[in-house]
C-alpha cells in the first residue's frame, strides 16, 4: 500500500476513523445501551420468547458485533478502491 501523496494518506486516514467512530458507536449503544442502561424498558418486549433485553445481552449483541465486522470489511475495501491502494 502506497499513497501518492501525503494529502491522500491524510484523507485516507480521516475516512478510515470516520467509519471506525461510527461502527464503535454502534457497538457501544448495542453493547452498553441495550444490555445495561435499557435493559428494564427492553425486557417489556419479548422476543423469540425472550425479553429483549436479556437476548441483547446474551446473543443479540453477538450477531450485531459480526455484522459490524462484515460492514466494516466493506467499506474499508471501498475505501481502498476510491484511493487506489487495494491488495
Known sequence: MSFESKEQAEGYWKENLKIMLKLLAVWFVVSYGCSILFIDQLNEITFMGFKLGFWFAQQGAMYVFIAL???????????????NVEE
Open 69 to 83: 465486522i462484515f460492514i466494516y470489511v466493506k467499506q474499508m475495501n471501498a475505501l481502498d478502491k476510491k484511493y
